[in-house]
């Protein structure tokens, strides 16, 4: 019992003090004059585009609740939208704290309001999810073949970022390229031979695959497929949006190319996938992918620029999502709460 909460506690504290680590080496491997020039960008910025960004960000809120009315009704179960949105809104609050744990809450939150039982809209989410994870992986191959040769020039960016020393340690001899592929090594390693040595590891993960698969299929078996699909592409046009229209809040990035949003937009979805909520991965590859697009007309202060943009997206999303979570939290009814107890 001890192991398993210690192992729940780690997949909780270490990537968020992995964000905490990024936040300050970010800060502190930044010049005086880049800093004065990330302030600036950040005082001067137009918060006009970020305020219909958020706007776009609430609809894409409205739409995925009105999604999954579409997954809940061919199983019998017929809910109210604001419960939706609220069940929804709280499960993005929980996974600022416990990554991943917001689809679990979700589910807990609808029994909450509306006793469907929780393996129900589990299943709904996790096929929810796999419809969610194709898209993105469509809009990164898309984006991989709009720009080929930016997408592989700026991983080697990536790669090369230096993650390990701030601007008074830049010499520092500690190999921290050698050391994190060896960590990523072992960890692939390990894993492999878990897989193949734990029957029931291999079929959590077989499983989680199946799932996944099941879920896809099920979107075509429901009532109204083509109401499912279309909030999806709402959805997804809506983040898009969302994240596009900041950019004309700084001079330096109202012309950025449209390969250049979506390169940022992928990157951006990766760092909130490390760790809680984006913390500090998201401003970091954020602003790598607008550096690398803006350096050839401000070569001298790209990175802060483009890290100051990054914060400035990731800061504004972080507070709506919060507020709105612990609106929710607030208003979401307690109807079932004791007969759950």
Not at 63 to 78: D, F, M, Q, T, V
Not at 172 to 182: E, H, L
Not at 322 to 335: D, F, Q, R, V
Request: net charge positive; glycine share 8%; hydrophobic share 50%.
């Amino acid at each position: 019992m001890l192991k398993k909460y210690l192992f729940k506690g780690l997949k909780t504290v270490i990537p968020l003090l992995l964000g905490v680590y990024l936040i300050w080496h970010s800060f502190s491997s930044l010049s005086s004059e880049d800093e004065l020039q990330f302030y600036k960008a950040i005082k001067e910025a137009n918060y006009f585009w970020i305020i219909i960004g958020l706007l776009f960000s609430i609809v894409a809120l409205f739409s995925r609740a009105h999604r999954w009315k579409y997954a809940l009704e061919p199983i019998g179960h017929k809910t109210k939208f604001w419960h939706r949105y609220h069940a929804i809104m709280i499960g993005y609050l929980i996974n600022y704290t416990i990554p991943r744990a917001g689809e679990a809450s979700r589910a807990a939150m609808l029994y909450k309001s509306d006793k469907i039982p929780f393996t129900t809209s589990f299943g709904t989410i996790i096929a929810e999810r796999a419809v969610d994870f194709i898209v993105l992986a469509f809009l990164g191959l898309l984006t991989a073949f709009m720009s080929y040769d930016d997408f592989f020039e700026l991983i080697g960016q990536i790669k090369e970022f230096d993650f390990g020393s701030t601007k008074e340690e830049s010499s520092s001899s500690i190999p921290w390229k050698t050391i994190i592929s060896s960590i990523l090594i072992t960890s692939f390693l390990i894993g492999t031979f878990l897989f193949l040595k734990s029957k029931k590891l291999r079929n959590k993960i077989l499983q989680f695959g199946k799932e996944v698969i099941s879920g896809l299929l099920s979107i075509f078996k429901l009532d109204n497929p083509k109401g499912y699909l279309l909030n999806t592409i709402i959805i997804w046009v809506s983040y898009l949006l969302m994240f596009a229209l900041p950019f004309y809040c700084l001079e330096e990035t109202s012309n950025f190319p449209l390969s250049g949003i979506f390169l940022g937009f992928i990157a951006g979805s990766i760092g909130i996938i490390l760790t809680n909520g984006g913390i500090g991965t998201y401003p970091i590859l954020v602003g790598i992918v607008v550096a690398f697009y803006i350096g050839k007309d401000h070569p001298e202060h790209a990175f802060a620029i483009g890290t100051a943009l990054g914060w400035i997206i990731w800061l504004s999303q972080t507070l709506l999502m919060i507020i709105l979570g612990l609106i929710s939290l607030a208003l979401i009814p307690n109807n079932f709460s004791k007969e759950n107890e």
